[in-house]
């Protein structure tokens, strides 16, 4: 929410379009993939509009340093990061306030759906990468995250969608862009439980009244349905394709193997590798 003014008008004259042609309701284009990196225990990428963002998942491990270890139940540690060219101006490396609190809200959100008593004195590490920030990076991080814990086998009690809806030139409007974050008047982030409603995450920047507040969180509660949707697709598409190659393997014909005579038979016969000359 800079409060920068846009070159361009972000909603268009009719009222009901937006500059980059969407709907006031309407989320970005979004694709996930599950499983992408080999040597962590989950991963998930995530594509959503011009945000690009990859998530791993390592745990329930030992905890570094011993004395974060918590008796009875497992910690969840969350890093986001943003990568030093996945901005205009180059941003300098390493944690800065914003990726901090980034890091402790999705830290909370986590912890509050891992089944963390069944894991005590461990850590679940959940690191997010953004790569190409266009706004709305931190629920993309945290929907990539969430397919990742799933990919890990993470025991949690859901897999949790992220998105975030906000104000620009009075008028609500769902999964805002770079443009229209920079130029808006209010951002909403919010991460909400699909089984029950509940909200792990909601964050509110900039002015709403009540009730473009529950209009802006209405979008989300609809976005978030048709994201949880492509995650639940995302490891659908991994763990078929696994079990695709697992039937291939019993599909085969078992290979016949030769009875024990035959084979003491082929062990005392002359070993002829050419058929003898002028046949038989
Ligand atoms: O990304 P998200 O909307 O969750 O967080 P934000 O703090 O509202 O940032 C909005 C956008 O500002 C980011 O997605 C980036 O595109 C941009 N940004 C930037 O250009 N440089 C930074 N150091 C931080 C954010």
């Known amino acids: 929410m800079g409060g920068t003014q846009s070159e361009h008008k972000l909603i268009l004259e009719d009222g009901r379009t937006r500059y980059d042609g969407r709907a006031l309701d309407e989320l970005r284009p979004v694709s996930i993939q599950a499983g992408v990196l080999r040597r962590a225990d989950g991963s998930a990428y995530v594509e959503w509009g011009q945000n690009k963002v990859l998530a791993a998942v390592y745990g329930p491990r030992e905890v570094h340093p011993r004395h974060l270890q918590n008796p009875a139940r497992a910690i969840v540690q969350a890093r986001y990061n943003m990568a030093s060219f996945s901005v205009g101006e180059r941003k300098r490396p390493g944690p800065d306030r914003r990726s901090q609190e980034i890091s402790k809200i999705i830290s909370e959100a986590f912890t509050s759906v891992v089944f963390v008593e069944q894991f005590p004195r461990t850590t679940v590490d959940v690191y997010m990468e953004v790569l190409q920030a266009d706004a709305g990076t931190r629920c993309a991080g945290l929907t990539a995250a969430s397919v990742a814990l799933a990919d890990a086998g993470v025991p949690m009690r859901d897999i949790v969608p992220a998105v975030a809806s906000g104000k620009v030139e009075d008028v609500v409007v769902c999964d805002l862009n770079k443009d229209e974050d920079t130029c808006g008047q209010a951002d909403v982030p919010c991460a909400i439980l699909p089984r029950t409603g509940e909200f792990l995450l909601l964050q509110m920047d900039g002015h709403l009244t009540y ?70």
């Open 211 to 280: 009730d473009e507040l529950m209009r802006a969180i209405e979008y989300n509660r609809r976005a978030a349905k048709v994201i949880n949707e492509l995650q639940k697709e995302a490891l659908r598409k991994k763990y078929s394709i696994v079990t695709l190659q697992n039937n291939e393997i019993t599909e085969q014909p078992p290979q016949e193997q030769p009875p024990q005579e035959q084979l003491e038979k082929a062990a005392d016969a002359p070993v002829a590798s050419n058929p003898p000359e002028g046949g038989a």
